[in-house]
């Protein structure tokens, strides 16, 4: 069975700064997908980048970038230039195959961010 | 176009009550999905309709909960008699039957039993 693991239940992070998020997981599969989402207070769970395990490249969307080591087994976010609305929960979720439509995702505890001004 | 939502957004009820979740997906997604949080535990799948039909309803917990999507547009998620462990936030997210990236998320829906 898959696992997904973040081992940082909060954190702090000056605005502007860049901050990275952990996360590793576990499977036995060759084929998955990596998503970070986002959950502000408001409690709507908004995608924010994807990571196939065949990608070569490190996605990359906006100020969002998922640092994919596949050896390691880690699909880290980092946000650059921290702004006061990244302050949320995020999570990071995995399915079995690049696809998520159609696959079941797992996710993992979560990591509560605020930025302070 | 409008997103996928939730109905209603909080529900507090009495243990041994029946409670109704309300899902209405992206208008054209044929896969819906449901999970929900537990307090302190992770997000957790329930299950998945690909139309009316249950793909995957291996994440359900018990023949307390039970899930339908008739006509393959709108999902109800019914406990029926809710229990104090069934308190958490049910989300519920929709896809395109495509290959895509994400499942889009409704807003959740507040769940407390008493």
């Known amino acids: 069975a898959q696992k997904i693991t973040q081992t940082q239940p909060g954190m702090f992070v000056q605005e502007k700064e860049a901050v990275t998020l952990d996360c590793t997981y576990d499977?036995?599969?060759?084929?998955?997908?990596l998503f970070w989402y986002k959950q502000p207070s408001s409690g709507e769970m908004i995608f924010l980048i994807y990571q196939g395990s065949y990608d070569e490249q490190n996605a990359t969307e906006g100020r969002y970038s998922l640092n994919f080591q596949k050896a390691r087994k880690s699909a880290n976010l980092v946000i650059s230039a921290s702004q006061l609305g990244d302050s949320a929960m995020y999570f990071c979720a995995m399915s079995l195959r690049e696809e998520a439509a159609g696959n079941k995702l797992t996710f993992g505890g979560g990591t509560r961010v605020l930025v302070k001004p | 176009e409008a997103g996928v939502t939730q109905f209603p957004s909080h529900s507090v009820i009495e243990k041994g009550q029946t409670v109704t979740l309300r899902c209405d997906p992206i208008s054209g997604h044929d896969n819906l999905y449901w999970y929900r949080r537990v307090m302190g535990k992770e997000i957790k799948f329930l299950l998945h309709?690909?139309?009316?039909?249950?793909?995957?309803e291996s994440g359900m917990p018990n023949n307390r909960f039970l899930a339908e999507r008739t006509g393959g547009t709108y999902s109800t998620l019914k406990v029926q008699p809710a229990e104090l462990e069934d308190s958490g936030v049910y989300f519920c997210a929709s896809s395109q039957d495509l290959v895509i990236d994400e499942q889009f998320f409704g807003p959740g829906t507040r769940l407390t039993v008493l």
């Open positions: 309709f690909v139309k009316e039909s249950k793909q995957d």
């Open positions: 499977t036995s599969d060759q084929s998955y997908g």
